[in-house]
């Protein structure tokens, strides 16, 4: 009965690889959200979407594209992997709007070789 | 550039210490406020949040924090520090409009015994 959950918890892959991160939640929530957690635990968000349509689109390479198949889901792509995309990914959810507390994902450490 | 600061990057205690953690914001207007824990390898949990009223609020676990309007600095708390409580601690500042929230660096706190 986990609130928010991502797969694969890990992920290890090459340079110039495309990979996706899956993430659920069952809070019934209308706002999900992606962050990136770099090497020194800072934590910057990517992208917001309410209810499927984004909301909030940080500097993020067009490299990563987000995609909501419906308001419980929030799917992260990457194209052509980079070194520094290793990092840890978190999704989270909230009820709506950005002022609401947030419910993290366990997060998907991903490391490129 | 506005900012949310945690002057501590690493704090080490004792158990039964007594703790506090600053948190700085740089935003004017009507914010909101959070503090969230990152136990080892686990994701973040929400400690306590402030919106408006009290500015002593009380959370999880034994933890308060304090809003000072005048100071812009939203600092943590625990009387009793725990073993358990060995964790990275995250404050964040939910600026004012439709804005997303930002996250401080962090602080890691190392509880000895």
């Known amino acids: 009965d986990t609130a928010v959950s991502q797969t694969p918890k890990y992920l290890v892959t090459q340079m110039g690889n495309d990979k996706s991160i899956k993430c659920e939640q069952n809070l019934g929530h209308d706002t999900m959200y992606w962050y990136k957690q770099d090497s020194k635990k800072f934590l910057k968000i990517m992208f917001s979407?309410?209810?499927?349509?984004?909301?909030i689109n940080e500097t993020v390479p067009n490299r990563f594209s987000p995609k909501s198949p419906d308001k419980a889901h929030l799917n992260l792509h990457i194209n052509s992997l980079e070194l520094g995309d290793s990092a840890v990914y978190f999704c989270a959810s909230s009820k709506r709007g950005v002022d609401q507390p947030q419910h993290f994902g366990d997060g998907t450490r991903l490391s490129i070789l | 550039a506005q900012s949310v600061s945690q002057h501590n990057h690493h704090v080490i205690l004792s158990e039964a210490a007594s703790l506090e953690l600053g948190c700085n914001y740089s935003y004017g207007g009507t914010v909101n406020l959070f503090w969230y824990v990152q136990y080892p390898g686990q994701h973040l949990q929400l400690l306590l949040k402030?919106?408006?009223?009290?500015?002593l609020v009380k959370g999880i676990k034994g933890f308060e924090a304090e809003f000072i309007k005048s100071k812009f600095s939203f600092n943590l708390r625990k009387p009793s520090v725990q073993w358990s409580d060995t964790a990275e601690y995250f404050c964040?500042?939910?600026?004012?409009?439709?804005?997303?929230?930002?996250f401080g660096k962090g602080t890691r706190l190392s509880v000895i015994a």
């Open positions: 402030y919106f408006s009223g009290d500015p």
């Open positions: 964040a500042v939910n600026p004012p409009g439709n804005t997303p929230l930002v």
């Open positions: 979407y309410n209810n499927k349509e984004l909301i």
